[in-house]
């Protein structure tokens, strides 16, 4: 079946550590990908989004995501995060092959220790 | 401009009842789309309406129906509730039902069934 797959489901680091998130999709030909975070008590917000053009995209509160396309992967990055980044994220697909439903990633959890 | 709202908030309901949850878009999106999120799950699919008319449908039995108004305002129904309907539900508006318009989501509706 096709998916998106996040690879780490909890992910416990200090402030001022590097982040970097995963996400691989198996749905082929064109995809519009997304990254998604849930702070603790909040909705949904969309932290960045890729369409077409750059691969590196920068997002908002300093996250950036490369889309590498032979990977099948948008990993999501930060290379200092803060005590406020903890929260949920979510990666999603929209795909033609999957008739353009929004399909998220189960999720990785981040805990950033002050 | 106001976010996406999702009424009730809360509910409790008892096996074998059914639930009705609404959801009011962005001002000015014609696009609704509902996700049921649980943490064994992660955020599943359910449908999208676009102009009143459902556009995709996820994964879920025939006790899950929705539909739109005129307004862009959408409902979610589900029949005889189970304890396993237990989750978050999420609404999400969008301009359009393409592909690059990204969801904006509402805080949810928290449905225990007992």
């Known amino acids: 079946a096709q998916s998106v797959s996040q690879h780490n489901h909890h992910v416990i680091l200090s402030e001022a550590a590097s982040l970097e998130l995963g996400c691989n999709y198996s749905?082929?030909?064109?995809?519009?990908l997304f990254w998604y975070v849930q702070y603790p008590g909040q909705h949904l917000q969309l932290l960045l989004k890729y369409f077409s053009g750059d691969p590196l995209v920068k997002g908002i509160k300093g996250f950036e995501a490369e889309f590498i396309k032979s990977k099948f992967s948008f990993n999501l990055r930060k290379p200092s995060v803060q005590w406020s980044d903890t929260a949920e994220y979510f990666c999603a697909v929209f795909s033609l092959s999957n008739d353009y439903k929004l399909s998220f990633g189960a999720g990785t959890t981040v805990t950033v220790r002050a | 401009k106001a976010g996406v709202t999702q009424t009730p908030r809360y509910l409790i309901k008892t096996r074998g009842q059914q639930v009705t949850l609404s959801c009011s878009p962005i001002?000015?999106?014609?696009?609704v789309s509902w996700y049921q999120q649980t943490p064994g799950q992660g955020l599943q699919f359910l449908f999208e309406?676009?102009?009143?008319?459902?556009?995709n449908k996820g994964n879920f039995p025939g006790r899950f129906s929705g539909r739109q108004f005129s307004n862009s305002r959408s409902e979610m129904n589900v029949s005889t509730l189970e304890l396993g309907d237990s989750a978050l539900y999420l609404c999400a508006s969008r301009t359009g039902a393409g592909g690059r318009n990204e969801q904006y989501f509402g805080p949810g509706t928290r449905l225990t069934v007992t």
């Open positions: 749905y082929g030909g064109t995809v519009n």
């Open positions: 001002s000015g999106h014609r696009s």
């Open positions: 309406y676009f102009s009143e008319t459902q556009r």
